[in-house]
């Protein structure tokens, strides 16, 4: 059912630089209209230099939520008023409450690491091999480290992947030490290799992945990358970025909406808006 949108509605908004490419609009006003909720979702792009303005313009508006992407996940933690302790830890904030002026941050990109995961085996006593050292990779760390996996982050730049590891107390290697990889029992990938313009590369190479591992690939468009490819040919199981960005957003709905996600139907939307 088609809310009729009116003065009364319920604004939210998913803020970013790009933005047009984010599939959170029809997600989430998939889910609001099959509980019958007065919400409406769009998308404004913020530039960096403009995201202090556009938070007083959400305060002034009174709009009730948001979701943040790059570049803004760690900057606008700055610009509100709490942060919730989870997001504290993990460094980044994907998504803002607004209470009655009170803007809160909160982070569900963990949660969409970690209930597909969970899916599939418990953590405890994994090793995990984390590709990058960017957002997805904090909320990666955080998830893993929180059910008793031992992390080992793989990342190009070891300076910025030091830094983070120092934080979570986590090892490092180098992306190129790809022979490494076979100890693991899960890898995670959370660099931007296999989307658009890499769309035909691979972080790793198909003879570094084996039967008995998951391979979790974190870019949800194209759905099927060359990664996951290579995996499924290795006989390894995958879990598709399609999985996590629909465990964070339906966390994400429920912090917005205070109801419970509709998965099925925001399940549906993103596969039809993906051609998966």
């Known amino acids: 059912m088609q809310l009729e949108i009116s003065a009364h509605s319920s604004l939210c908004l998913v803020i970013g630089d790009p933005v047009s490419h984010s599939l959170s609009p029809a997600m989430h006003n998939a889910a609001y209209a099959a509980c019958c909720l007065p919400f409406v979702m769009g998308g404004a792009q913020v530039r960096s230099g403009t995201l202090a303005d556009a938070m007083k313009g959400v305060r002034a508006l009174g709009i009730r939520g948001l979701a943040v992407t790059m570049p803004h996940k760690v900057s606008i933690m700055d610009l509100l008023d709490e942060i919730d302790p989870t997001a504290a830890t993990i460094g980044a904030v994907n998504t803002v409450v607004n209470n009655g002026g009170i803007l809160t941050g909160f982070n569900t990109d963990w949660i969409g690491i970690l209930r597909p995961l969970e899916k599939l085996t418990s953590l405890r006593g994994k090793k995990v091999a984390l590709l990058g050292a960017g957002g997805a990779a904090q909320a990666a760390l955080y998830a893993c480290g929180s059910q008793g996996a031992s992390v080992t982050i793989f ?7 030091t830094t983070l590891a120092d934080r979570f ?3 490092v290697l180098p992306l190129e030490k790809t022979d490494e990889l ?5 890898i995670i990938n959370t660099t931007s290799v296999g989307m658009a313009p890499e769309i035909d590369a691979s972080p790793v190479p198909e003879s570094a992945l084996r039967r008995e591992q998951i391979v979790f690939e974190t870019i949800y468009a194209p759905v099927s990358t060359k990664l996951l490819r290579f995996s499924q040919r290795a006989g390894a199981s995958t879990i598709t970025g399609l999985d996590m960005f629909l465990e964070q957003g339906a966390a994400q709905f429920h912090l917005h909406t205070g109801v419970k996600a509709p998965r ?4 549906k939307i993103l596969r039809r808006s993906l051609g998966a």
């Open 264 to 267: 099925d139907e925001m399940e």
């Open 182 to 186: 076979a100890a693991f029992d899960i």
């Open 155 to 161: 990342n190009r730049s070891l300076e910025k992947a």
């Open 169 to 171: 107390n986590v090892s």
